[in-house]
């Protein structure tokens, strides 16, 4: 089972950017797809942002544009840079592992993992 750490979360202002990172365990890293996923007081969890074991990525409208993630298989790390925050960016975010739905054309959080602890982002003046 793939173990995965998030962090860089905190206070930011609007418009400001934050880096996150997710340091994961276990072998064969580089295999797997890796999503960021957020979750607000409220409000059901959602993808954000998604990496493929080849570097492919996709983005939630809401965040198109001023989110990028990234991976770095030889520190078994995927990232997530925000820039232009908004408030409405606000919650607890959440690295997975990923697989790909072919009948949907979807990803969704691979059985293999967990939810971890998460890091809060708040976009507050």
């Known amino acids: 089972q793939v173990q995965l750490v998030e962090s860089g979360g905190g206070l930011v202002q609007p418009g400001g950017s934050l880096r996150l990172s997710c340091a994961a365990s276990?072998?064969?890293?580089?295999?797997?797809?890796m999503g960021w996923y957020r979750q607000a007081p409220g409000k059901q969890r959602e993808l954000v942002a998604a990496?493929?074991?080849?570097?492919?990525?996709n983005y939630a409208d809401s965040v198109k544009g001023r989110f990028t993630i990234s991976r770095d298989n030889a520190k078994n790390t995927v990232y997530l840079q925000m820039n232009s925050l908004k408030p409405e960016d606000t919650a607890v975010y959440y690295c997975?592992?990923?697989?790909?739905?072919?009948?949907?054309?979807?990803?969704?959080?691979?059985?293999?993992?967990?939810w971890g602890q998460g890091t809060q982002v708040t976009v507050s003046s």
């Open positions: 997975r592992t990923l697989y790909w739905d072919i009948k949907t054309r979807n990803w969704y959080p691979s059985s293999d993992g967990y």
């Open positions: 990496i493929s074991s080849t570097s492919g990525t």
């Open positions: 276990g072998s064969n890293f580089n295999l797997n797809a």
